[in-house]
């Protein structure tokens, strides 16, 4: 076995390393230096004070304040010290576990990324839905009130007079069997040629050019309102804005700080057309909105029927596949929907049966003549 190490002695009152051959023995380190002088150092009063990763020297010191000091390179030095004297091992690091120590750095750090993982998987989700339900219903009108200033600004509002107040009605039929809600549901046409339908938080509803344009009957388009209520009442937007804005937002949403809110949700608003609501969410939706228009005495089959177009004839269109990735349709949410949709009494009126649902549809164009 090794018993002598090369190394450097420091004297602890200059800072000049003096060469020097250790030797290991039972009871402490002989230390003698170039000039032949030898030190003796009791195990005892050693301490280690470097040498605990690979690639670090290794460093012993004796003393107070200002110690004498030993310098190894080598680490098996170390494991030569152990073994010389096992009874006092504890004092001095082992070598050997170095690699134990780099698998547990491996292991904590697989750990940091599994728990991110799941924070940001499950954690931010379920604070979203804590932060959303303190929010105040004037919070949310707030910030629905930034969301529209992004996504229809007035310049591109559709605003005709008598086609609103008929898009209007539809949304009055929806509601009037509501028992008391907090929100006042406001819809506006953005000149738009998106296929798009965005439920903003306090009761925005902003319906593109583009997806009126699909709808050919007043049923149609009371279904697709009757889902995106369905958003707004169960604050599935606030949840959507608040998981995907910055954490200036939920501190402001936690805080009440509505106009910090409005700031930071602007930024949120920007993104609001392309979130993708989760599967509980959709489904949320698609059995409250069908049981609304049930309530109101309007047609089902028109919630449906407009899904059926969109996926049977224009899933090459751009812009109906944006409108699907964010609200999904597929073969079994139609299921989904006829199946909700069997209760319905048999003889449902025609909604708004005195309208002509083509001319309705070319709000935008009024819009446009008119200025």
Request: aromatic share 6%; with cysteine.
């Amino acid at each position: 076995m090794q018993t002598d190490w090369e190394g450097y002695y420091l004297d602890g009152r200059t800072a000049a390393r003096q060469r020097a051959t250790i030797r290991v023995m039972r009871q402490g380190l002989q230390v003698t230096r170039d000039q032949g002088v030898a030190l003796w150092w009791p195990y005892t009063e050693i301490r280690q004070t470097q040498g605990f990763y690979a690639g670090e020297q290794v460093r012993l010191e004796r003393g107070g304040e200002i110690p004498e000091a030993l310098l190894v390179s080598d680490a098996g030095f170390l494991s030569g010290l152990r073994r010389m004297a096992p009874e006092l091992a504890t004092r001095f690091h082992d070598p050997a576990r170095r690699r134990m120590r780099v698998t547990l750095t491996a292991l904590a750090a697989l750990a940091v990324i599994g728990i991110t993982t799941a924070f940001f998987l499950w954690g931010i989700p379920a604070l979203a839905s804590l932060v959303a339900a303190r929010v105040p219903v004037s919070w949310e009108e707030r910030l629905g009130q930034a969301v529209v200033e992004h996504l229809a600004p007035p310049k591109k509002q559709c605003v005709d007079p008598a086609r609103t107040r008929v898009i209007d009605e539809i949304s009055t039929a929806l509601t009037a069997p509501l028992p008391r809600q907090p929100y006042r549901f406001r819809v506006m046409v953005v000149n738009d040629p998106a296929v798009n339908a965005v439920a903003a938080p306090g009761g925005y509803i902003v319906i593109f050019r583009g997806l009126l344009e699909r709808t050919r009957t007043a049923e149609e388009l009371a279904g697709v309102l009757a889902h995106e209520f369905q958003h707004v009442l169960h604050r599935h937007a606030t949840r959507a804005l608040v998981q995907h804005a910055s954490s200036g937002l939920l501190l402001a949403a936690l805080t009440g700080d509505a106009s910090g809110a409005t700031i930071y949700g602007l930024e949120a608003a920007r993104t609001l057309g392309t979130l993708q609501y989760s599967r509980q969410n959709e489904e949320e939706a698609d059995a409250e909105g069908m049981r609304m228009l049930l309530q109101a005495g309007i047609d089902p089959t028109g919630m449906i029927a407009f899904f059926e177009v969109l996926g049977r004839n224009d899933r090459t269109s751009p812009s109906v596949l944006k409108y699907l990735s964010t609200h999904p349709e597929t073969r079994d949410r139609i299921e989904r929907l006829k199946s909700l949709a069997a209760p319905a009494p048999a003889g449902t009126g025609t909604l708004l049966p005195h309208h002509d649902w083509r001319d309705i549809r070319k709000i935008c164009q009024a819009t446009r003549q008119r200025r």
